[in-house]
């Protein structure tokens, strides 16, 4: 089949699957309660990859690389050497997000990956109501994620694939904590090469915040004399739920030849603590796959969505050493209230 053909063909597809989310979207927000800023852990959210974020943050079904770790862990089974992942983006409100990931292939036994994630503040000055403009000491708050993952081919198009999550958030001498895991598949499936991807993540306990910090000095009898003005009572926080997000991609090439390539990839989000979105993304590749270029849509069809276009791209395959090879990718997504987000990621992949 020429690739005309191939590309009307796919075009249709693409338009009726965009249809159906929006349906399914609008749907959702008449009919449901938006639950914003109702969950823990909400860094969990933060995406990982600037090669994602470049493409809309649609990245469940694209051709996977190790930010499979935090997409979909089916896609770690179509690596087949060790690979490495380094991203960094510069967060919102001076914030530094850090991702770092390892998959590690084991033939006839399935890949396994490592990761950790965090999320920092600067040193911020202790205020008390004495000293309303900041004492001499310091604290900071940071949300870390460490994870295992698994990821297995059942058929030569079908894997899935499973992360477990030690999740930890910390701020001045309080924390909370709690465990947590994704699930996903992957389907190539024979209709064009399209390749279908679903993940559920951040399924776990609730996770609630305890410490010295919510120790305070109560006096039990106000109006009484003589008892004692200084027992030590404990404030009782309540328990929230993780950030549980499922998605479902679809993915494939519109072209496909020696010397370009063009991918599409769209993906319908449905979060615990928001309405439903659609995310898009395209991704240009030329000179024999060496040099990227990304666009793509976030947060499509949600409603007072704060993002928009997306932007990136990126070198692949740089050989170092004859036996190590390094890609590089950038990203840019501008905020309509808080301003844009820079990320950069870098690969390193054995042959």
């Known amino acids: 089949m020429s690739i005309k053909m191939k590309v009307q063909h796919t075009v249709k597809f693409l338009v009726l699957t965009i249809m159906t ?16 800023g109702t969950t823990a ?8 990859s600037a090669r994602a974020a470049g493409m809309g943050l649609a990245a469940t079904a694209i051709t996977p690389d190790a930010s499979a770790l935090y997409w979909n862990p089916a896609g770690l089974s179509f690596a087949n050497a060790y690979t490495a992942v380094f991203d960094h983006a510069n967060w919102l409100a001076d914030l530094k997000f850090n991702f770092a990931g390892l998959v590690i292939p084991i ?15 600067p040193d911020m000055l202790v205020t008390t109501p004495a000293e309303q403009m900041g004492s001499s000491e310091t604290f900071n708050a940071a949300d870390y994620c460490f994870g295992l993952s698994y990821g297995r081919k059942l058929t030569d198009q079908f894997s899935i694939g499973a992360t477990g999550k030690y999740v930890l958030q910390k701020i001045y001498h309080s924390s909370a904590s709690g465990f947590a895991c994704d699930i996903g598949t992957l389907y190539k499936s024979p209709f064009y090469g399209v390749r279908i991807g679903a993940a559920i993540s951040n ?3 609730k996770m609630k915040m305890d410490g010295e910090d919510l120790n305070v000095r109560v006096d039990i009898a106000p109006g009484q004399e003589g008892n004692n003005q200084s027992i030590i009572g404990r404030l009782q926080t309540d328990e929230f739920e993780m950030p549980l997000i499922m998605r479902i991609g679809i993915s494939g090439e519109f072209i496909d030849v020696p010397d370009y390539r063009l991918t599409f990839d769209i993906e319908g989000v449905n979060p615990n603590d928001n309405a439903q979105s659609v995310n898009l993304g395209l991704e240009f590749a030329v000179f024999k796959e060496m040099f990227l270029i990304r666009a ?3 947060d499509l069809f949600l409603p007072e969505s704060e993002t928009g276009l997306t932007f990136g791209a990126g070198l692949k395959n740089i050989n170092l050493f004859g036996e190590l090879s390094v890609s590089s990718d950038f990203s840019f ?9 820079t990320r950069f990621s ?3 992949q054995t042959h």
């Open 203 to 205: 399924f776990g306990t």
């Open 107 to 121: 033939e006839d036994v399935g890949n396994w990956g490592i990761s950790v994630t965090s999320l920092s503040t």
């Open 41 to 48: 852990a909400a860094f969990l959210r933060i995406p990982v």
């Open 333 to 341: 997504q501008k905020y309509k209230h808080l301003g844009g987000v």
């Open 296 to 298: 793509g849509y976030n």
């Open 21 to 36: 989310a929006a349906l399914l979207s609008m749907q959702s927000y008449t009919q449901t309660t938006r639950k914003v």
């Open 346 to 348: 870098i690969y390193l």
